[in-house]
């Protein structure tokens, strides 16, 4: 099969053909017919993921396709379904599983890291039964792709971690990929949401996705006091949806007493411990949380949000591009030239 690949960590990938793969007992094979191209897949070309232990690597997390080889012990899937799956999925026995908290597995398999992944014709999947998620034949592929780790690590943060409620205020620190997925879902929830970035693109693209106000974090001298001010109090709920100190600590002091803040973007290199306010978190109750990805039997909610046209995140995709256009996408990630994410739908 076709596949872009890298052989060193912070090296150009290149296009190769490798052996196509076979499925584990408990796993499937896909022909991949969409995957999105993610800042996660970045980390862990930079070397930032513990996961990747051996070289070369593919990566792609974000992935849809149709199961084309199934696993002698699988028993949900037969062949022929076209499907989706977390970018962390669970083993199904551990004791995060069986309490149906499988985005935290103790033993995950997540495409792209653990394993090879999307970038490429053909990727193998562990644990089938447990983690792939069949598609409503509204959903189009290059919108399920999109839903990979971004928009569902975007909807658990808002509606399950973040707990957001109709007429509260919810503030997104970061409008990229995951920041603007949390921007239409707080709107779909009811929520009245602030988008915070540099970028006036993105800002922009925040107030078309149903941002009720936005800051551009440059031209603000305090951006934690404005928001308070915008909200007469504070944001009952703030995301760091980028991942820095600066996003990080603006996400704690923006919020009004007892609110909740949710840790979404990755911290990475020196920023990877940030000192987090802790005066503020003590003497107005904050409450700090993390969210990562979205368990597969969660899904169905989302799903039909988007099936019904209440969600539409296929409005976030900004580039289709080719499996060979994907190594330079990958390698640009961290100039944050574009606005959306960019999908791979020719393979």
């Avoid at 693109?201 to 925040?206: F, G, N, Q, R, V």
């Avoid at 006091?225 to 603006?250: C, E, P, Y």
């Amino acid at each position: 099969m076709k596949a872009m690949l890298y052989h060193e960590f912070k090296q150009p990938l290149a296009l190769a053909t490798v052996a196509d793969p076979a499925p584990s007992p408990t796993g499937v094979v896909l022909k991949v017919t969409a995957c999105g191209i993610c800042r996660s897949d970045w980390h862990g070309w930079q070397g930032h993921d513990p996961d990747i232990k051996t070289l070369p690597h593919i990566p792609g997390h974000e992935l849809v396709g149709e199961v084309v080889a199934v696993g002698a012990e699988v028993r949900r899937w037969k062949g022929g379904e076209r499907v989706t799956v977390p970018f962390s999925g669970g083993c199904g026995t551990c004791p995060e599983c069986l309490s149906g908290n499988q985005q935290i597995c103790n033993r995950d398999f997540q495409p792209g890291f653990t394993g090879w992944g999307g970038f490429a014709e053909y990727v193998a999947l562990e644990y089938a039964d447990v983690n792939l998620v069949a598609l409503p034949p509204e959903i189009d592929d290059v919108t399920a792709a999109s839903l990979g780790c971004r928009f569902i690590t975007a909807f658990r943060a808002v509606v399950a971690q973040g707990r957001v409620a109709p007429g509260q205020w919810l503030a997104v620190h970061g409008c990229g990929g995951v920041g603007l997925s949390a921007i239409m879902i707080g709107r779909a929830m009811g929520a009245q949401v602030i988008g915070v970035d540099i970028n006036d693109h993105a800002l922009t693209l925040a107030q078309q996705l149903g941002a009720t106000l936005t800051l551009n974090a440059r031209a603000v001298a305090d951006v934690p006091t404005a928001i308070r001010d915008l909200t007469h109090g504070g944001a009952h709920v703030s995301l760091d949806a980028l991942g820095s100190v600066a996003t990080a600590q603006n996400s704690v002091l923006c919020l009004r007493k007892r609110g909740r803040h949710v840790q979404v973007g990755l911290l990475a290199g020196q920023d990877k411990n940030p000192p987090m306010p802790m005066g503020a978190v003590i003497g107005r109750e904050l409450t700090l949380v993390g969210s990562h990805g979205m368990q597969a039997h969660e899904y169905p909610t989302m799903l039909e949000m988007i099936a019904t046209g209440r969600l539409t995140p296929r409005q976030l995709v900004g580039r289709l591009v080719t499996l060979e256009e994907a190594g330079q996408v990958l390698v640009a990630m961290n100039e944050f030239q574009h606005v959306g994410m960019a999908v791979i739908d020719r393979f």
